[in-house]
């Protein structure tokens, strides 16, 4: 069992914890999460590890089409995305999904309301699990009004709680519900052939970074790494983000319990792009925007044992409305 599950069997309601629920899907091998699975092994070891996720890439698209900029002053996916996939889709003859058809509801929802800021975050939170995972946990949890469900797969309960945790009333999970399906519907009429066509040049370019980090930079700022608790952890490839990626700091007793997600390349472009993307803090108590120029984003200091986060020039708002729990209570600050 990972850290991630064994806080969560601390935090939560009886049976949240516990052997209850499905039955985790095994991924067969040749699969990316067969590869993600040897990449765990990997980072055990104190390795970085560049990879790649169709849940991780799916979420972003989707939220970068409803707003590529988000709440924030910099965008937080790439600006033009959004009409990259439009003159795609109008080129190839690929009609309307009902996401391109329901982005400006969702924009106004979502905007209506700051705890959705979570949906930035929240593939970051099912770093172990499978696409079909990730959305049987969220189907689960769009119909349960209250409480966090307990018949999610085991993969995906630490997600289902934290984001549960924030989007706790039973219309924020209607919503949620809403979007997931939407979602859904763009993975079946579009998003599962684009993904699958840009794989083989996705993969080349992973491949290099990978050797660059071994060769080049892994053991230069290794003695660094280890010093700030991040020895190892996954580094995922997401086309949909922009200069803001995200970062998933794992609890101080594991080194290897780290998620970062960076904007993967055009094809083409220098792999190094992919590990400038990376930005790492002079020193564990370092301020927002104190890291090296290695790259663009920064773990900020964290007081609670899981930290998500976004670029280091603005800390993030509360996620969660008044009288509740904080939602670094549970799964982290994002302050």
Not at 298 to 317: I, Q, V
């Amino acid at each position: 069992m990972s850290v991630a599950h064994l806080i969560l069997a601390a935090l939560l309601p009886a049976g949240l914890g516990g052997s209850q629920g499905l039955t985790p899907e095994e991924p067969p091998p040749g699969s990316e999460d067969f590869a993600r699975a040897v990449g765990s092994s990997l980072q055990s070891e104190g390795r970085w590890v560049f990879s790649g996720a169709s849940h991780i890439d799916l979420w972003f698209h989707g939220m970068a089409m409803v707003d590529p900029v988000g709440p924030g002053p910099l965008p937080l996916y790439d600006p033009s995305y959004p009409t990259r996939i439009r003159a795609l889709k109008e080129r190839t003859g690929v009609p309307a999904t009902p996401l391109d058809q329901r982005a400006g509801y969702f924009r106004d929802a979502f905007n209506r309301d700051p705890a959705f800021e979570v949906l930035h975050f929240l593939p970051l939170y099912f770093g172990e699990a499978t696409r079909t995972e990730v959305f049987a946990a969220l189907e689960r949890l769009a119909v349960t009004g209250d409480g966090i469900p307990s018949d999610v797969p085991t993969r995906a309960r630490f997600g289902a709680a934290a984001i549960g945790a924030v989007l706790s009333s039973p219309g924020q999970r209607a919503l949620l519900g809403e979007f997931v399906s939407v979602l859904s519907a763009d993975w079946e009429g579009f998003f599962s052939d684009y993904r699958r066509e840009g794989l083989p040049a996705r993969n080349e370019i992973q491949a290099e970074a990978q050797s660059i980090w071994d060769q080049e930079f892994g053991p230069l700022i290794g003695p660094l790494l280890q010093e700030l608790n991040l020895a190892g952890g996954t580094v995922f490839l997401s086309p949909a983000i922009g200069i803001e990626g995200r970062i998933f700091s794992g609890v101080p007793q594991n080194q290897q319990d780290n998620i970062l997600v960076v904007s993967a390349p055009t094809v083409g472009d220098d792999a190094r792009a992919v590990i400038f993307s990376m930005r790492i803090p002079h020193s564990p108590g370092a301020p927002p925007g104190a890291g090296s120029s290695l790259s663009d984003f920064l773990p900020f200091p964290c007081r609670s044992d899981r930290c998500p986060g976004r670029s280091p020039l603005r800390r993030l708002p509360e996620c969660v409305p008044p009288g509740r729990k904080k939602h670094g209570d549970f799964a982290g600050n994002h302050s």
